[in-house]
């Protein structure tokens, strides 16, 4: 039996309009008590407008907003159980690492000795323990980024609202603080509330992912759910890599399929589909092999334990994406292949 966690941020018919832009448009989600919740979308569809209105700096223009099961209509950011961090570094200058960390405990009277207490608690936590005396400027992006996660946290907020925290940061760094988030938020007790356009990241850290497109939610699910079976085309493509070819429902043989790049080309079953679809084929649900489409190696990427292939079908078909995972069959450029589909792979879009 799966038990589900209680509701903390619910957002219900939300929408957010700036003059004749709609920013954001009829939202429904809820974020679960400790759970990592990721808003992914490319630039512009509207996340940094809903996580504002999450944490009070932006009013919907509709739709409710509870936190904790109570409505947020009338209470402003700094009452509610929200905390957040920015994409650009954003510590004082003029405070030690510790008087940053420990400045929100402060501005609540909390006394110095227990303030102190925590500050260490929440630097270890953040692995910079002997950091506390340093002055922000004497720190590496990323550790700084780390002195803001952990002034954040040490309000210990119900929700830690996150806007692209890591995109100051060079790959390598971004890679590292990506793990060191995940592990921060496996020990602490608060959601994470996380916003990016990088769906790698997105897909990496989340316990469930919103993909949300030109103001709109698309899905809803965990990364493997969004991944496997794609509610739209925007999400299939969005999410991953992926083949996106056009077929059309056809009968062959008595039965009706879907054929891809005509007659000869690919077959899958119809599945109720009618007229002309289009079909997400992920790139590692192709594969070489003895039978199926005849296509010719017009690229290879040898990636360690995996190979990159782009192939020209010798149908009337553009292009096909295709990662080999160490399987028997291998091909070099110039190369004749077969290439077949795993079966029950293809998500089919009207
Ligand atoms: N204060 C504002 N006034 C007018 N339009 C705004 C305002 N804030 C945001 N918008 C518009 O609302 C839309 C959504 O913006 P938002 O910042 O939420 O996008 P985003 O998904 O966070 O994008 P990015 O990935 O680039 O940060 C955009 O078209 C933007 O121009
Ligand atoms: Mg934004």
Redesign the pocket.
């Known amino acids: 039996m799966s038990i589900q966690k209680e509701s903390l941020v619910k957002l219900n018919g939300i929408s957010k309009s700036?003059?004749d832009?709609d920013?954001v448009e009829r939202v429904n989600f809820e974020v679960r008590k400790g759970e990592f919740f990721t808003l992914v979308?490319p630039?512009?569809?509207?996340?940094?407008?809903?996580l504002r209105m999450i944490s009070g700096f932006e009013q919907p223009t509709a739709g409710t907003l509870q936190i904790g099961g109570q409505p947020m209509s009338a209470i402003p950011p700094e009452s509610r159980d929200t905390n957040l961090v920015f994409q650009r570094l954003s510590l004082f200058p003029h405070m030690t690492v510790g008087e940053n960390v420990g400045y929100g405990l402060k501005k609540r009277g909390v006394d110095a000795s227990e303030r102190k207490r925590r500050v260490s608690e929440y630097l270890e936590l953040v692995d910079l323990g002997e950091f506390e005396e340093r002055d922000p400027t004497e720190l590496s992006g990323g550790q700084q980024q780390r002195v803001a996660l952990a002034r954040a946290l040490i309000n210990e907020p119900a929700v830690l609202l996150l806007d692209?925290p890591l995109s100051s940061l060079d790959r390598k760094l971004r890679k590292q603080m990506q793990v060191e988030l995940r592990r921060i938020h496996e020990r602490t007790d608060g959601a994470f509330f996380y916003?990016t356009?990088d769906q790698e990241v997105a897909m990496t850290l989340s316990d469930r992912i919103a993909v949300m497109n030109e103001g709109q939610i698309e899905q809803i699910g965990p990364p493997e759910k969004i991944y496997r079976e794609p509610a739209t085309q925007f999400v299939a493509e969005f999410i991953g890599d992926t083949n996106l070819l056009t077929g059309s429902v056809v009968t062959h043989s008595g039965n009706a399929v879907i054929q891809i790049g005509g007659s000869g080309g690919i077959e899958i079953p119809a599945d109720g589909h009618s007229g002309e679809v289009q079909v997400s084929i992920r790139p590692e649900d192709f594969q070489l092999s003895d039978t199926g489409v005849e296509a010719t190696v017009i690229e290879r990427f040898f990636q360690g334990d995996q190979t990159n292939y782009v192939v020209e079908p010798d149908i009337d078909l553009s292009p096909i994406q295709i990662v080999s995972q160490g399987s028997g069959h291998t091909a070099e450029i110039g190369d004749q292949v077969t290439v077949s589909i795993l079966p029950g792979t293809p998500v089919v879009f009207d």
């Open positions: 700036f003059g832009v920013a979308g630039s512009g569809s509207g996340k940094t407008t809903t692209e916003v356009h």
